[in-house]
């Protein structure tokens, strides 16, 4: 069983096209997180949430709306895709704080 | 702002060594700290989780210890094998959000 799972795996979209990834995680967690890997390979925190409530929303552009419509999913839309929208999305969930967090698998997202 | 830094930014060393990676951090108001591996195109395989009150924890070849006073935390790896390669990470957890390091680039050689 996988603790937390995105979808899709592989995402080729052209500029100007709006896009979804999900997310779910199935170890009962609090808090889920989306995280930006840039081309170097730098881990950044995009959002997190508690409980479905938005905590933190780290200075990410209007074109991408999280959504939680319940504990165990967090979905990522992004609008009017731009070139440097272009980066591998990482889902994540933890409990509220101090134990560990799970990643998932990632989701490539290239933008043409 | 907590800022993450990990030493050496790259590593290439022949199997069998063991090795000790670096990772520091700013602030030192911590929940804890974790080691992640990371294999080319791959996502995040946690390695070990050491807790605020905590000093250091063990996984097999894998030894990390925490230092929150002096900000510091170094993963050991002992007698390093092939498999071993690839990016290591470690993340700092603070309110709501993990901040990780910049990562080191690890390869073993046969």
């Known amino acids: 069983d996988t603790a937390v799972s995105q979808t899709p795996k592989y995402l080729v979209t052209q500029m100007g096209n709006d896009k979804s990834i999900k997310c779910e995680q199935n170890?009962?967690?609090?808090?889920m997180y989306w995280y930006k890997q840039d081309s170097k390979k730098f881990l950044k925190i995009m959002f997190s949430y508690n409980n479905k409530e938005l905590i933190i929303n780290e200075t990410v552009p209007n074109r991408f709306s999280p959504k939680s419509p319940d504990k165990a999913h967090l979905n990522l839309h992004i609008n009017s895709l731009e070139l440097g929208d272009s980066a591998v999305y990482f889902c994540?969930?933890?409990?509220?704080?101090?134990?560990?967090?799970?990643f998932g698998q990632g989701t490539r997202l290239t933008v043409v | 702002k907590q800022e993450v830094t990990q030493i050496p930014a790259a590593l290439s060393v022949p199997e069998g060594e063991n090795l000790v990676l670096n990772c520091s951090f700013t602030?030192?108001?911590?929940?804890?700290l974790q080691w992640f591996r990371q294999d080319p195109g791959k996502g995040l395989t946690s390695l070990l989780l050491?807790?605020?009150?905590?000093r250091e924890q063990t996984s097999g070849r894998l030894n990390a210890s925490l230092d929150k006073s002096s900000g510091r935390s170094t993963l050991y790896i002992a007698a390093s094998q092939p498999g071993d390669s690839a990016t290591y990470l470690c993340?700092?957890?603070?309110?709501?959000?993990?901040?990780f390091g910049t990562g080191t680039r690890l390869k073993v050689l046969a």
């Open positions: 993340a700092v957890e603070g309110t709501y959000k993990y901040i």
């Open positions: 994540a969930s933890s409990q509220e704080v101090g134990p560990e967090a799970f």
């Open positions: 170890l009962g967690h609090d808090t």
């Open positions: 050491i807790q605020s009150s905590q």
């Open positions: 602030d030192s108001a911590i929940y804890n």
